[in-house]
């Protein structure tokens, strides 16, 4: 996948570090995560590529490029990765055989989804 390094900001929604439900995920976490928004949102433009039989949007995110852009060490992206799955934000399949260079399709749940049902303690104010 080609990344649109054009693009020179990332988005990272303020709701996430309030979110009960995602308190215990840390700065790589959130960072990752954000990656794998934004390439889920170019993933959409480009439906025939990256949707599965299902009719699901994923994104191929090799662990290459997440060591590149994300600045994610091997033993932490396993981490991080199995971390957002546990808490719903990512699904995944495991590489039976691990093979340089290739990912798995990895389906991310949208921010909107999750926002429908967040409860904030602390929400921040408007200003």
């Known amino acids: 996948m080609q990344f649109d390094m054009d693009n020179k900001f990332m988005k990272v929604y303020k709701e996430i570090y309030q979110h009960e439900k995602f308190r215990e995920l840390d700065g790589d976490c959130i960072f990752y995560y954000s990656w794998l928004l934004d390439l889920n949102d ?54 039976k055989v691990k093979k340089a260079g290739v990912s798995t399709p990895i389906y991310v749940t949208p921010y909107d989804h999750w926002k429908r049902f967040r409860k904030v303690e602390n929400e921040m104010p408007d200003f």
């Open 42 to 95: 170019l993933s959409k433009k480009n439906p025939k590529e990256f949707t599965d039989k299902d009719g699901r949007v994923y994104v191929i995110f090799p662990e290459a490029h997440a060591y590149k852009y994300c600045n994610i060490k091997k033993g932490k992206l396993y981490r991080v990765k199995s971390k957002l799955k546990e808490v719903g934000l990512i699904d995944y399949e495991e590489q």
